[in-house]
């Protein structure tokens, strides 16, 4: 079934011009929006009132693909893969009518990086904010664009966005330079040819698996089958690309060869432009890039490689590490063939990009502290019986049957392991993650929060090196952050959203082992729970389950781990 759009048409990233008096966003303007705002207006504060909603339709479906050739079963919006593309306007309101059309699968649908401010029961984690949604039900999740940028939504129950249950989010807005063409979102992933709950079962047997390939949008080659992900560029035209990964593990180094990337944005956040030559995207990270076609040269209308390369240095990686590929055509060049052109030099390297790099459009300041008092999230593992992560010493495990939001509309206490903190103010909070154990990097993200980066480090968090050190004034802020591998990484955020928020690692099967915590955000300030809509899921999903054949296995975010660290 195709994407359902109902009152208001949904919206080519490359179509949109918006008029008001004195600003025009088009081409040669991308820094303006509309009469009262444009890319320097504070977004966390200050949004349009467009009064248009936006209505999709998505049906989760058992459908057989061959993304790169080789057919297995995949679980998918819509049928397709990636899922339709949810766009909106920065200001309009998003609904989306998530029908669950699985044979045996509960679901529940996260917005990944969507602030949901004042609506944080539409956050879609199951065990958190809802029951899952039982198969042959419906439920419609609405939310308002706050923010613009790229991001995606995705299944938060067991492993099923590796199964494909996933898609882009756009929301057009202002940018921070100038561009012709909104090429869209470019998803990277690993691929695995197994199902993901096979290969989980066989991982907890012998140890985490590698993939078998790696996907650009949707599309590779293996073997002899499979085409790859390409678009074509006009000589001297500038283009803009959203990539997002959404992988289950693995980070990847994404470049085009002989051309550079001009940085915009980094998850949702809008960021002064730099220039490089690649950029280290982890799981859940989202970077917006521009890049300019070559003149209208003879030597220039050829084909040429955009690599995804897996980062082994904190991966377990992919058969075919190097052949993660799309190809960036021209007009008046070949039409067919691969390129034949060379990379750059791709060191293993899994920090993020330079925190002096990613210098936020719209300034913020965090209060200066002493970081002795940051309170610090170690990171601990479990070895056996079989593997657990921990996160402030606890292994976090909810229950689908009892999230946490109906827990704390009826009793308003929690059992130990749904490892809750409460945040009660309403005033800056700041954390240390630490992790000294595995060489392994971590995509760390946040729910309903863009969190300050104020210091990464490697080795034992070290107070006074990180308060001399830390970025006080205007740092990074995203909602997904890579924590160095045998390092800590000091963050920050004001407590200005109420609500029960989620912070996990991204790698799939980490936090379906334990790695996460929920933070209870300012609980009497909570408002406007729709209890009714929450009691009718959870009825469902209770009832299913009476006749299901298949029960929570894991932390109840993802699916749960391993019995062998040696490789995570």
Known sequence: MALLALGAKALPADRIERQYPGCRHSPTSRN???????????????????????????ILQNVTLAPDGFARTMLTFNGTYPGPTISANWGDVVKIHVTNGLTNNGTSIHWHGVRQLNTFQEDGVNGVTQCPLAPGETQTYTWRATQYGTSWYHSHYAVQYSEGLLGPIVINGPASANYDVDLGAVMVTDWYHNTAFSTWHYAETFGLPQAQNGLIHGKNVFGSGGYRWNTTFIPGKKYRLRFINTG????????????????????????????????????????????????????????????????????????????????????????????????????????????????????????????????????GVNLAPVIRWTLGGVSTRVDWNHPTLQLLQSTGTYPTEYNIIELPEHKWYYFVIEETGVRFAHPIHLHGHDFHILYQGNGTFNATEATLGARWSN???????????????????????????????????????????????????????????????????????????HYQEDSGLKKRGLKLDSIM
């Not at 444009?38 to 966390?44: E, K």
């Open 32 to 58: 303006c929006w509309d009469d009262t705002t444009d890319i320097n207006t504070d977004y966390s504060t200050t949004w349009p009132n467009t009064g248009v909603t936006r209505e999709y339709s998505l």
């Open 248 to 379: 289950v593990e693995a980070a990847f180094r994404l470049s085009i060869d002989d051309h550079q990337f001009q940085v915009i944005s980094t998850d949702f956040v809008p960021i002064t432009p730099y220039t490089t030559d690649s950029i280290l995207i982890g799981d859940g990270e989202r970077y917006d890039v521009i890049v300019e076609a070559k003149t209208n040269s003879t030597t220039h209308l050829k084909n040429y490689w955009l690599r995804a390369t897996v980062q082994t240095a904190c991966s377990t990686g992919v058969d075919n590490p190097l052949n993660i590929k799309g190809i960036i055509r021209y007009a008046g060049g070949p039409t067919s063939g691969d390129p034949n052109t060379t990379g750059v030099a791709i060191a293993q390297n899994c920090a993020d990009e330079p925190i002096s790099s990613l210098v936020p459009v719209v300034p913020k300041a965090v209060p200066r502290v002493d970081l002795s008092g940051a309170q610090n999230l170690f990171w």
């Open 475 to 549: 740092p990074p802020r995203r909602d997904v952050a890579m924590l160095p591998g045998q390092g800590y990484m000091v963050i920050a955020f004001e407590a200005d959203n109420p609500g029960i928020w989620v912070l996990h690692c991204h790698i799939a099967w980490h936090v379906s082992a334990g790695f996460a915590l929920q933070f209870l955000e300012r609980q009497n300030d909570i408002a406007g729970v729709d209890n009714s809509t929450l009691n009718n899921i959870c009825n469902d999903w209770r009832t299913y389950q009476t006749t299901a054949t």
